[in-house]
């Protein structure tokens, strides 16, 4: 049964990191600006999966839901974007069902390019009034010659060219998965940055996402304001490589202009022209970590007492292999200034373990580093083999056993941190912004014996709060208890 609506139905899910879930809202808007109604995806006259590329595992993830998603609705027009398909396409496209594939080089074009694909489907099914708009494909100065004309008759269609003549940014804000409007979403994550000019050797994201670029800074002013005019009170600010935001703003500056942009001056803007209570910083590379951006964290009520700062590997050797731009020594250096300027401060890092000829002893140098420093938690990643890589064509490739062995040592090592940060703070107030409506939390609501609404504490900390609490709200707690991974509190 297709969705009761007068107009043609969109369904966009999305996968990976949170730039590409940005990405989605940024297409979903495309979308209902064109008069488009949003449907579930068993329902949709076009579902849209917005696919990540960054291990094996994303792209079977991607496969499997075309295959679920053709199952489910065999009516569907499904196109695949996204980072593996700006990999892949010929390989997408070859999986039955799909009706094109669009690259990330022209994901800023997705409604004009699937409206001739929708619109035909949804007219031979329908007498409803919808429009065909007229849609030049692969017009001249566009900067994209598309691989084949977006045809119904030529499907599966390709739309996908050079990433690195890309230079548009997708800008719209995207909510935290679970937290429903009907409860309050509470969290807008707002993508100001994109693309890498780093060329890690294990990592396809430059090679899928283009260079470095950044949203210009009325924009993000302006998306803030928005933001905050519709009741927002924290903002998630992020990007594939974020403390490298307006670099590529500052060449376009008059070269008698003294303005400096970077992502301090960002953040001081942010702060001076907008209202918004908080900002979270999502994660930001070791070497800009300034001891400006340091001091301006530190100092700032209204930015959260959070840092997010990759190492994937405390071993000089491996960090080489991996042409990273920074020995374990600076890393260690910027995890001790941030945790001197902020006691209190969540501090996580990415940590990738069996990359290429990681020796014992190089993991070991790896496993004790993270045992020294104050982490509070960590993300812990098996190295995952990506064509095109330098690293896909490396000799002494560790066998998978060996690499799941040490991910365990890592993730038990982080959990006990993790743990000890936690217990630190038992008895002490802290601040959090609520989530959702209370509800009953399994294994904590027995132990607490009343009702539960669900935040989020200043430095990054889930916490359930005894009693009825409005959504969005930011309330100063007393913290009694650390229960499955959760602080326990009462308001203060």
């Known amino acids: 049964m297709r969705y009761d609506s007068c107009v043609p139905t969109y369904h966009v899910e999305n996968f990976g990191c949170r730039a590409t879930q940005a990405d989605g809202a940024a297409i979903e808007r495309q979308f209902e600006m064109r008069g488009l109604e949003h449907a579930p995806a068993a329902q949709a006259d076009l579902v849209l999966l917005n696919t990540c590329t960054v291990t094996a595992s994303a792209d079977q993830d991607a496969r499997a839901a075309i295959r679920r998603v053709r199952r489910q609705n065999p009516l569907a027009k499904i196109i695949v974007t996204g980072c593996y398909a700006q990999r892949a396409p010929e390989e997408i496209a070859a999986l039955p069902g799909v009706a094109a594939v669009i690259g990330n080089s022209h994901k800023h074009q997705i409604a004009e390019l699937a409206l001739p694909i929708i619109s035909s489907a949804w007219s031979s099914t329908t007498s409803g009034g919808y429009a065909q708009p007229e849609v030049a494909l692969g017009a001249k100065g566009s900067g994209f010659v598309p691989l084949t004309s977006l045809t119904i008759e030529a499907e599966p269609a390709l739309f996908v060219s050079d990433i690195f003549a890309h230079t548009e940014l997708l800008a719209a804000p995207v909510f935290e998965s679970g937290e429903q409007a009907e409860h309050g979403r509470t969290r807008p994550n707002l993508k100001v940055q994109d693309g890498c000019d780093n060329r890690c050797s294990f990592c396809v994201i430059p090679s899928v996402r283009g260079q470095s670029r950044s949203l210009s800074l009325p924009r993000v002013i302006d998306e803030v304001n928005a933001l905050v005019a519709a009741g927002y009170r924290e903002i998630v600010l992020s990007g594939i490589n974020l403390g490298r935001w307006g670099l590529d703003l500052e060449s376009q500056l008059p070269a008698s202009s003294f303005r400096k942009l970077n992502f301090e001056s960002l953040l001081h803007t942010v702060l001076a022209e907008t209202k918004i209570e908080k900002i979270r910083i999502s994660s930001v590379e070791p070497m800009d970590w300034s001891n400006e951006l340091i001091a301006l964290v530190a100092s700032s009520p209204r930015i959260a007492r959070h840092a997010h700062v990759p190492l994937q590997s405390g071993s000089d050797a491996v960090l080489r292999r991996m042409h990273r731009k920074y020995r374990p020594w600076h890393y260690r ?94 008895g002490k107030t802290v601040d959090a912004i609520t989530l959702g409506s209370p509800r009953e939390i399994k294994g904590v609501a027995a132990s607490a014996g009343t009702a539960l609404t669900e935040a989020l504490t200043d430095n990054y900390q889930k916490l359930f709060l005894k009693g009825h609490h409005a959504a969005n709200q930011w309330r100063m707690t007393q913290i009694e208890n650390v229960i499955d991974g959760a602080f326990l509190a009462s308001a203060a």
């Open 333 to 426: 250096e910027k995890i001790e200034k941030i945790r001197e300027a902020m006691p209190a401060a969540a501090i996580g890092a990415d940590v990738m373990v069996g990359f290429p000829g990681e020796t014992d002893g190089e993991f070991e140098s790896t496993r004790r580093f993270i045992a020294e420093l104050p982490f509070t938690y960590l993300h812990v990643f098996t190295f995952s083999t990506r064509p095109g890589t330098p690293a896909a064509m490396m000799p002494d490739q560790v066998p998978v056993h060996i690499a799941r062995e040490r991910n365990k040592i890592l993730r038990d090592l982080a959990s006990d941190k993790k743990l000890a940060f936690m217990r630190g703070f038992i």
